[in-house]
Nanobody
Framework: QVQLVESGGGAVRAGDSLRLSCAAS?????????????LGWFRQAPGKEREFVAA????????DYADFVRDRFTISRDNDKSTADLQMNNLEPEDTAVYYCVLGRIPWTAIAETSDVSSWGQGTQVTVSS
């Protein structure tokens, strides 16, 4: 199973930036590495359900974002290093949540909701104060 480890969370003030990183290792049940799957980020705020934030294709040539982070967040990946980053700019208090790195369930298939995910990282806390 592919393991995902996030880093880079923290406490910042509104308007600040943070960069989250996700390191992938191992192989899926089909023997594939993370380079054959979409990688993405979800988040969960206290008392709310997990929600999709962003995802990037296995080649890194296509990405998708939730409307509430579009033009503020940028997802990228480096397949040589098996990493995926989420650059978060102009953070708002509403962005406070635990952020999870995720791996797609089916090779070369987009991620849009939790049912599209096969692996989750342990999560990293992002806290934005006003």
């Amino acid at each position: 199973q592919v393991q995902l480890v996030e880093s880079g969370g923290g406490a910042v003030r509104a308007g600040d930036s943070l960069r989250l990183s996700c390191a992938a290792s191992g192989r899926s049940v089909y023997g594939r590495t993370a380079t054959d799957y979409y990688l993405g980020w979800f988040r969960q705020a206290p008392g709310k359900e997990r929600e999709f934030v962003a995802a990037i294709s296995w080649k890194g040539d296509a990405s998708d974002y939730a409307d509430f982070v579009r033009d503020r967040f940028t997802i990228s990946r480096d397949n040589d290093k098996s990493t995926a980053d989420l650059q978060m700019n102009n953070l708002e208090p509403e962005d406070t949540a635990v952020y999870y790195c995720v791996l797609g369930r089916i090779p070369w298939t987009a991620i849009a909701e939790t049912s599209d995910v096969s692996s989750w990282g342990q999560g990293t806390q992002v806290t934005v104060s006003s």
